[in-house]
């Protein structure tokens, strides 16, 4: 396709949604950032500033966009974790987290499908996780990151006619600013993850990016339904345990 494609990323501000705007950016790619935080002036693209935990604020924002721009890429990456061990989930963390990972994912979509299909041609990417295979303490983040898992496979063949593919990435423990809030350098949780990682590191968000980037390119047109796990083999087992 020789027309310029016009990308958009939620979650784009920081970690694995900034690396991957900075390379599709630099594969002339039009980016359209969302993200709460306010913009820092050298985001490479489009940014709007957003609380995307805010329905009608999220459903007027995508609105705005769609309505300026035929979006043909669409990057589900926003989200959120509240790590806890099951007895002690709080419902309303359970809410927020499926509300931010699942419902922005599945309303971003319905707002770009309508562009993706006049074209005939689309790729959305959903950020999994490494912790649907299952990770003490994630329960809800877990169940949330599945969903995403569930609704890749589900799109896929409901749109696989319409020339759109639709994929999942499952990072890995990424060095990520989430991730080390939850995860400081040195404490027993990031050494327990780094343990899981036969590879024995914790993942740069730029080695994320680029597997999300092959799979929203015009080659990876024939890839869709699928989930790859970016984790340093993590997902292989037969690791220390966590």
């Not at 970016?230 to 690791?239: F, I, K, M, N």
Request: net charge neutral.
């Amino acid at each position: 396709m020789s027309d310029r494609h016009i990308t958009l990323i939620t979650g784009a501000s920081k970690g694995i949604g900034r690396a991957t705007a900075e390379r599709l950016a630099k594969q002339g790619h039009l980016v359209v950032g969302l993200a709460r935080s306010a913009p820092d002036g050298t985001f490479p693209g489009e940014y709007v500033s957003v609380d995307l935990a805010d329905q009608k604020a999220a459903g007027q924002a995508l609105a705005e966009l769609t309505a300026r721009h035929a979006i043909d890429g669409l990057l589900n990456n926003v989200g959120i974790v509240q790590p806890s061990p099951v007895g002690e989930i709080s419902l309303d963390d359970y809410q927020a987290v499926f509300d931010l990972n699942v419902r922005v994912a599945l309303q971003a979509a319905q707002a770009v499908l309508p562009a993706m299909k006049a074209r005939r041609y689309g790729r959305i990417v959903n950020v999994s996780s490494l912790t649907i295979v299952g990770v003490p303490g994630r329960s809800c983040y877990a169940a949330a990151k599945a969903a995403l898992v569930s609704f890749t496979r589900t799109w896929a063949l409901e749109l696989a006619g319409d020339g759109i593919t639709v994929n999942a990435v499952a990072p890995g423990p990424t060095d990520t600013e989430i991730f080390r809030h939850n995860c400081p350098v040195g404490s027993e949780m990031y050494n327990r993850y780094k343990a899981m990682v036969p590879m024995h590191r914790i993942a740069a968000p730029d080695e994320i990016a680029a597997a999300v980037c092959f799979l929203m390119s015009e080659e990876a047109s024939y890839i869709t339904g699928q989930t790859l796990f970016v984790d340093g083999g993590a997902s292989l087992g037969g690791q220390a345990s966590v």
